[in-house]
């Protein structure tokens, strides 16, 4: 139930975000002013240059500005008529999605545009300073010239476009890595909840039975130790200090059920209590783990010793395992498991070494 809803909280997030992805990509702009600023004016001169469309030796001086000034002008309402068009149909056409087909758009969509545009504003320019004398292949070949200067700008935006639209990709692809883990740890810490007061109201409703005065101990004891799993619930870190402090907590309810069956040793030197951070509750699901599936007795106690040793902090007890009425779930240990991947990005070691059961768990040190 738990992995359903979880999967489907993710895949709703990524829907979201890929319909932001898709929002953005058409309405996406670049910083080009300075890119027209010099390129516009740059291709105004350089193609009358080329095909000798302005007459330098029987232009006067004035003649040959305007002309320019002219040709600029050209040069500018072609670009920016492409411009706009280009803006206008990244709205329509992604090339992660179709890319073949905004090819053909973009280059249909430039020719027809651009080809028209030019041969107007080039017979245009013959009547102003030629007195109506065309000439065709000038015109013909400033238009082709600048059909191939279109596509080129067209594809140098294109790239920018596609280079920001990866970049953009990436982050949203990290973000939504980063959703879908906080939403797995989310549930992860709210599987705490239930199974520590599933085990905590067996306990009390067996004091209330047996021992009625412990179990109001008991319950003002629970308080604490429940208040510490509320406050650090939405913790991904919690000081060391804070955890010993809190599993001593949790000893003294259970001693108050087992009296000396059970035992906590702690082997850490108070001085690096304050110097190391660890994910909260992982040193409870280790003592609750122990006694679930150890016997104990006071004749022979259950030791459960917490050492720190090369930044790893180390939980074992012996193993006497209890014959359980129904197989073990394991959730308590899996639960820990994945709660230190997605923190620490870590696994935890479990093993067996001389009859005890050890469990070690990466801290991590404050700098």
């Not at 411009?83 to 992660?96: D, G, I, K």
């Not at 073949?100 to 249909?108: A, H, T, Y």
């Amino acid at each position: 139930m738990h992995n359903n809803s979880n999967r489907t909280g993710v895949e709703k997030e990524a829907t979201k975000t890929n319909s932001t992805v898709t929002k953005s990509a058409g309405s996406m702009r670049v910083n080009d002013i300075g890119f027209r600023l010099v390129l516009v004016p740059f291709f105004g001169i350089l193609i009358p240059l080329l095909t000798h469309l302005v007459d330098h030796a029987s232009f006067p001086h004035w003649k040959i500005k305007l002309s320019y000034l002219y040709t600029i002008g050209l040069s500018l309402l072609i670009w920016e008529g492409n411009r706009y068009l280009l803006f206008t149909l990244r709205s329509y056409f992604n090339w992660f999605n179709q890319p073949m087909r905004k090819v053909i758009v973009l280059v249909l969509a430039a020719s027809f545009f651009t080809i028209p545009v030019s041969v107007l504003l080039l017979i245009t320019w013959f009547q102003l300073f030629q007195d109506g004398k065309v000439k065709w292949d000038v015109v013909t070949e400033s238009t082709l010239i600048i059909m191939i200067s279109v596509l080129f700008i067209v594809h140098v935006y294109e790239t920018v476009f596609l280079v920001k639209e990866s970049e953009s990709e990436m982050v949203k692809n990290a973000q939504l890595e980063q959703a879908k883990a906080e939403a797995e740890l989310e549930a992860l810490r709210n599987q705490i909840d239930p199974h520590f007061i599933f085990n905590s109201l067996n306990t009390l409703s067996h004091l209330i039975e047996e021992k009625p005065q412990k179990a109001r101990q008991f319950n003002d004891n629970l308080a604490d130790v429940y208040r510490y799993i509320l406050q650090s619930k939405k913790r991904e870190l919690v000081l060391l200090r804070e955890e010993l402090n809190f599993l001593n907590d949790y000893f003294y309810l259970l001693q108050i059920r087992f009296e000396d069956a059970v035992q906590l040793k702690i082997v850490i030197a108070e001085s690096w209590y304050d110097q190391f951070l660890i994910p909260p509750i992982s040193l409870q699901v280790l003592a609750e783990n122990a006694i679930k599936h150890n016997e104990f007795s006071v004749s022979q106690p259950l030791m459960v010793e917490v050492q720190l040793q090369h930044g790893w902090l180390i939980v074992k007890n012996p193993i006497r395992k209890k014959v359980l009425r129904k197989p073990s779930s394991k959730i308590g240990l899996a639960n820990l498991q994945e709660r230190y991947k997605l923190t620490t990005n870590r696994d935890i070691i479990i093993t067996e070494e001389e009859e005890h059961f050890v469990v070690r768990l990466p801290v991590l040190k404050i700098t």
